[in-house]
């Protein structure tokens, strides 16, 4: 079992809880393996016309703890040379394949992490789309396809990512089941979204921004939990025909054998919490449990993945029968 893949904040490498995702449909690219696409000779023949990197990478290794940030940046540096030396010049068929079959999902996520990068360059409020001018406010304005028009290579670079993050999980659980593990690898999908990242951004009516999930007060957390995530807005998914909560579930059974639901609960309610508000001040929001769990079987079938789900904390009565009821895991 592996913990949450999914695309973080890439101008902020620090911030690197993957339970706090800019987007549960792409992977975070800093995972990736850059063996899957470039020859190990070719990776050290880059690192040795940069000789600055070496000392980063000695200094890096010999920290018991992990910097994010110092390592994170390094490793965009890397990328982005590989990239611009050996891919863009003649992209491989099957990036472009990728690129075309991911259509206008994939695309709206490169353009928003290169227009996130440019305008965090201008000021703090790069960072949170919510807080940037009203023409980029949304991805579907002439402001937007402007950008996108005039900063080809950058969207290029973002694009690539994906298709390197996507064939390193895909080498991984192959080499996985080949070294003999029946089940193979399990993702974990956490149960919310930044509501300042890339999937919010590219589907606003999809989520319901202005209010964050947590739990009520309990034995653990008296005063009550606030996880600073959002969530499916129920009307929006039944409207839209389920899409986005479909579109998370097969990005996450591409790992192979499956997943794990962080706090299943929320396939039946989430506690609701407004901006702004105490974590004691929210309600529960009922979500269309019956047509979610159905289409989590359905998409599990179809996947030939197991499903697990995470269920602690305050439980609804029942809710573990009706979970055995659909055969998962929990």
């Not at 050290?44 to 890096?60: F, K, M, N």
């Not at 193979?184 to 919010?200: M, Q, R, W, Y």
């Not at 990005?251 to 639901?261: N, S």
């Amino acid at each position: 079992m592996m913990s949450p893949l999914h695309a973080l904040c890439p101008i902020h490498p620090e911030r690197c809880s993957p339970y706090s995702p800019s987007s549960r449909r792409f992977l975070n690219p800093l995972l990736a393996d850059l063996r899957t696409c470039f020859s190990k000779q070719l990776i050290h023949t880059v690192y040795r016309q940069h000789p600055d990197w070496a000392a980063q990478i000695t200094e890096r290794t010999a920290e018991k703890l992990i910097n994010w940030k110092a390592a994170g940046t390094l490793r965009l540096q890397v990328l982005r040379v590989l990239y611009e030396k050996h891919i863009r010049p003649c992209p491989p068929q099957d990036m472009l394949s990728f690129i075309q079959e991911g259509g206008s999902a994939l695309k709206n996520h490169a353009v928003f992490e290169a227009l996130q990068a440019f305008l965090k360059t201008r000021g703090p409020r790069g960072d949170n789309w919510r807080l940037w001018e009203a023409p980029f406010k949304k991805p579907d304005t002439p402001e937007v396809a402007r950008f996108a028009h005039t900063h080809q290579e950058e969207v290029g670079f973002w694009l690539f990512l994906q298709w390197l993050a996507v064939k390193s999980l895909k080498y991984a659980a192959r080499t996985a089941r080949e070294a003999g593990m029946p089940i193979g690898l399990i993702a974990d999908i956490a149960v919310g979204l930044a509501p300042s990242g890339a999937e919010c951004w590219s589907q606003q009516d999809n989520f319901l921004i202005g209010a964050s999930i947590g739990a009520p007060p309990d034995q653990l957390a008296p005063a009550g939990q606030n996880w600073g995530l959002t969530t499916f807005s129920p009307q929006a998914l039944q409207q839209n025909g389920y899409e986005a909560f479909i579109a998370m579930l097969r990005a996450g059974f591409a790992a192979g054998g499956g997943i794990r639901f962080d706090h299943v609960m929320g396939l039946e309610r989430i506690w609701l919490i407004p901006d702004g508000g105490n974590s004691n001040e929210g309600t529960y929001l009922t979500m269309p449990q019956a047509d979610l769990k159905n289409l989590l079987a359905l998409e599990s079938v179809r996947a030939g993945g197991m499903v697990i789900g995470e269920d602690l904390g305050t439980v609804p009565k029942g809710f573990r029968s009706r979970m055995a009821e659909k055969k998962y895991g929990a």
